[in-house]
């Protein structure tokens, strides 16, 4: 096999096909281990060969990476941080020693905004374009979408490379693109019109932003049910499409379904974990696109199948700026299910719940936003945004309060007494949210609308602890 995959660009299965590629997607795991190995002996090898990072960060390796006999072999090779990324890309601007390709040949520069620290930027070769178009596209087509479909992208075009890897999947599926944008002002007015004039069946967002879109939607005196004829929604960048409430809360405003997708930025194509238009919640691991092993936060052991670990990415046919075994830092837990579109790919099943950064430990408990989320969205009288605040008393005693807002409906039959004619109702969402998380949670209730809405990722812990 020549290293990289080259693939015919004018290729489209037909419409009725469950599948892109059948062969790849649908073999027994062991068959496709040897896939994986073939590519990634091909990836390794060339970035050993062209990279001066590797070269010097491989250095003291046990394994020879010229020439990887096993997966096992692969598994020795040292893990990746984001911080060394980005020490790499300091010493050796604007790239790194990672670039493989001449400076010339970068075809696309992306990157990380960089709000927490100097930005990672991302050189990216035609080819890789082309290669990332591809694997978008396949995955996509798992998605149930299918080229007479029209697919609407309402989030923000810039450095950040989500909804061009959404964009460039869509074209490269034969789909109608309609790149929309986010984050103008009166942008989201705009979008809902123009999603009720054009009817996409498809839309690329945020979760946040597709939840708020429909809340506008219905101010503007628009169903979002009846009026837009969205089939199917496709998120990345939070975790929002696989917590089961946040998800059924989409579904139930739109009557479409669900896709979760995504995996960092550094690893585009990022999508390759993707859900398929049969499952219920979570992704499925496209392994022979980009390789994700689950592994143990501490020790990096592999994690055993229904295990929870941190997703660690390797490109499989990156000729530019390959990221190998790069640490994401999410945390998942992973499973071999059966699902009726017949992928053997291991899955994500409860999607990407949390980040070893985001995950909040409070009195020794672990403490995920997403499951407050969860919570908060499966209950009746939510308003629709919320706010995790902890502090610490006494010096030494962690305190989490969840701000939550509550419907406009619930908050006007309180009247005049205010939230303190809400005390039972708090009662309750106090006593629910300390069984679901394990600590003890003050809870404040506050009008519909006193959060702004989030466009964008979600930002909604507030942490004053020193
Ligand atoms: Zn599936």
Known sequence: MSWPPKYDLSYVPPGSAEHWDKRLETMPPPERDAVI???????VRYAWERSGFYREFWDDAPVDPANLQSLDEFAQLPILTKEEVRQEQEAHPPYGRFLCVSPE???????????????????????????????HARILWGAGIRPADTVMVAAVFSLYVGSWGALVGAERLGATCFPFGAGAPGQTERAVEWAEMVKP??????????????????????????DFAFRVM????????????????????????????????????????????????GMHLWQDIVYTQLVDAETHELTPMGGEGVPVYTHLERESQPMIRYWSGDIARWEMIDCACGRTYPTLTSGIYGREDDMLIIRGQNVFPS?????????????????????????????????????????????????????????????????????????ELKPEGEFERTQFKARRVIDRRE
């Not at 520069?109 to 990332?132: L, N, Q, Y």
């Not at 939070?238 to 809360?249: H, K, L, N």
């Open 37 to 43: 190995l073939e590519k990634l002996r091909g990836q």
């Open 105 to 135: 040949e970068v075809y696309r520069i992306h990157g990380t905004s960089g709000t927490t620290g100097r930005p990672t930027v991302f050189g990216i070769s035609r080819g890789d374009w082309d290669r990332i178009s591809e694997a």
């Open 201 to 226: 069946a498809a839309l690329y967002a945020t979760p946040s932003y597709a939840l708020y879109m429909a809340e506008t939607a219905r101010e503007m005196g628009i169903d979002p049910r009846t």
């Open 234 to 281: 496709f998120f990345s960048g939070e975790p929002g499409a696989s917590v089961p409430a946040t998800r059924q809360a989409i579904e139930d405003a739109y009557g479409c379904y669900v896709v979760d997708q995504g995996s960092m930025a550094e690893m585009t194509p990022w999508m390759t974990n993707g859900g398929c238009r049969h499952l219920e919640r």
């Open 371 to 443: 499951r407050v989320e969860d919570v908060l969205r499966g209950w009746d009288e939510f308003g629709g945004e919320f706010r995790m605040v902890v502090e610490r008393e006494r010096g030494y005693l962690d305190r989490l309060t969840v701000q939550t807002e509550v419907s406009a409906g619930v908050w006007a039959a309180a009247g005049e007494s205010g939230p303190q004619g809400l005390e039972a109702l708090r009662g309750q969402v106090g006593d629910t949210l300390r069984r679901a998380l394990g600590v003890g949670v003050s809870v």
